[in-house]
């Protein structure tokens, strides 16, 4: 598949004039998000999660396993995405991308290995039964940013989740249906978002936060960081080959 055109000299020059002036092509401010917008499904853990034109969706599935010997009290957390090549003319079909494997490989940092999700809450049996999540992406548009929608999605969906009201009776273990017994919502240690700035080849271009395509496809790096409401640094990540001067 053919590489996906490069954006014109007009557009451009014309993007990076408009960054100069503290003007972006959709009328935000340099520091200002696109307002999300969250759709939830009939089912548990299934959220549609919109910033402008990009979309995914997120879904959040639970089933008991037996723990491996190393963890034998604690539960298991995995997450898959996956871009659509219906997102952008950037992805081929067939195959994952290095953007795929990116954007899975940054959301375990920020929501598994972050500890998001009390894993020993997910024991049942010590040894013998645990709670094993996972946690699906799909991405269906790419207007920009796939990262910090992805997050939002994927930490929505996991508190949006409910799994089944679970009774041990000696070595028996009953699983109620929730028509029984209400589902328990997951025990969460903290709730990371993460937030991407664009940075651009002129260093009096001012970086921008969410880029859209157009804004990512002409900047020199990406950088991101993920934060939560107790101002904790959980993942940074700088993406490309740019340097980021601090003042």
Known sequence: MPRPPSPSIPEKEFLFNALKQSLRLDGREALEMRQ?????GADLGYVECSLGKTRVVAQVDGKMVKPPPERPLEGMI???????PMASIDYEPGRPSDEEVTLTRMLDKIIRRSDAVDKESLCVQAGQRVWHLRLTIHCLADAGNLLDCACLAGMVALKHFRRPEVEVAGEEVI??????????PLSMHHTPFCLTFAYFPDTSTPPVLDPNHLEQRLSAGLLSVALNAQRELCVVQKGWRCSIRTR
């Open 36 to 40: 999300p917008e969250l759709i939830f």
């Open 78 to 84: 995995t997450i898959h995405s996956e871009i659509s």
């Open 175 to 184: 699983i109620h249906h929730p028509s029984e017994r209400a589902p328990v």
